[in-house]
């Protein structure tokens, strides 16, 4: 029970503070706002495999670690490739948008 509540007060930790960075705009800079919150989503995927699917090095014979390292590199693709998507649908998708702050300027 105890390495639950730990999980549940890191979990609520990790998502209050990158709430706090976008609400506050505390890092002024979009990119690294972005980058922080990846860090702490990548941070909070580890603390929810450790507490919540009691995952280690000692467990199943070290099966766990291997299916750490696919969720690993799962997750870096899944990522990396929605913000690639993301990127290139606003480029080519809103044309008119950057033509308009082009005129603003």
């Given amino acids: 029970m105890k390495g639950y509540m730990i999980g549940f007060v ?13 609400m506050t705009g505390a890092l002024g800079d979009t ?5 922080t919150i990846m860090a702490f989503a990548f941070v909070q995927i580890i603390v ?3 507490y919540f699917l009691h995952m280690n090095t000692s467990s199943e014979g070290g099966w766990t ?7 690993v590199v799962l997750v870096v693709i ?3 490739g929605s913000i690639w998507v993301m990127y ?7 044309p ?3 033509a308009e702050a082009m005129g603003a300027m």
């Fill in 65 to 71: 670690i291997m299916a750490l390292a696919f969720t």
């Fill in 96 to 98: 008119q948008m950057a």
């Fill in 78 to 80: 899944t990522l990396s």
């Fill in 88 to 94: 290139h649908m606003n480029i080519n998708m809103m």
């Fill in 10 to 22: 890191l979990s609520v930790i990790l998502t209050a503070i990158p709430f706090w960075l976008v």
């Fill in 31 to 35: 990119q690294a706002t972005a980058l």
């Fill in 48 to 50: 929810h495999m450790i």
